[in-house]
């Protein structure tokens, strides 16, 4: 049974490597269609608010689930190192869908198609974080375990509080109704997806804590996902405001892209 686990868990790590490269170069060309790329012909749709909560679930009833069985379970160090990620899946299962549900005036327009598809990769990912947090990791008792823990928490909680406040800025402008507007101040004069850099931020941060394989490879699938839906977010901005939308911006990084 552990040599079954092992080669499981071999294999879901190498996935999670593999399937970055294609994510990225297919969402080069074809973003996933909700929210501003919205468009038919991706089969029957569900409210927002529902896609999200039923496609991020997984990261939380999975770890649940799996956390009894590893042989770190009943230790401090991995329950305190599995919060950070509880945390923010917590909010983007309940909190975050009651946020668009509560802000947004429409109820339709997020393809299942989509969300199966986001429901499998949090399934993978969710087994990969919540097995080597509970099972494989090896250094609870190292002398800088605590060092890349906090190290890695203050990124994650400053990536945490620029997504959350730009997910609020976002959602206020759907609150005010007359379409999409030009979102302004604070991170947003620097980027057009903070968010997104927020989210990207958060797990490097995680990353840092775990100091694994597995917390780089959800890093770099985040940026596979990520990145090219911000650069195709910034030219949908360029495109739909012209002169009034600010040159200056970057897509999703500072300075930089």
Not at 7 to 31: A, D, E, N, R, V
């Amino acid at each position: 049974m552990a040599l079954l686990d092992q080669s499981l868990f071999h294999y879901s790590l190498l996935s999670i490597y593999l399937i970055g490269p294609p994510t990225f170069i297919s969402l080069k060309f074809l973003q996933a269609p909700y929210g501003k790329h919205h468009r038919p012909g991706w089969g029957p749709t569900i409210s927002p608010p529902l896609a999200w909560m039923l496609m991020e679930s997984p990261t939380l009833w999975l770890t649940l689930l799996l956390f009894p069985y590893g042989q770190h379970f009943t230790n401090p160090k991995a329950l305190i190192l599995m919060s950070p990620f509880l945390l923010h899946y917590f909010h983007r299962t309940f909190i975050y869908p009651l946020r668009i549900y509560r802000n947004s005036k429409t109820t339709g327009g997020f393809p299942v198609s989509v969300a199966v598809m986001a429901f499998g990769f949090n399934l993978l990912n969710a087994y990969l974080q919540a097995r080597w947090v509970s099972h494989y990791k090896s250094d609870y008792d190292g002398g800088l375990f605590w060092w890349k823990f906090f190290g890695g928490l203050v990124v994650f909680v400053w990536g945490m509080r620029i997504n959350m406040w730009a997910d609020g800025v976002l959602l206020g402008l759907k609150r005010e109704g007359g379409g999409y507007k030009v979102p302004r101040g604070g991170w947003f004069e620097l980027v057009s997806c903070p968010n997104y850099f927020g989210e990207i931020v958060e797990w490097l941060g995680w990353a840092l804590m775990t100091w694994s394989w597995a917390g780089f490879g959800f890093l770099l699938y985040t940026c596979a996902n990520l990145v090219p839906r911000a650069c195709a977010n910034h030219k949908w901005y360029l495109e739909k405001f012209r002169e009034d939308y600010p040159r200056s911006r970057k897509a999703v990084i500072p300075f930089l892209c």
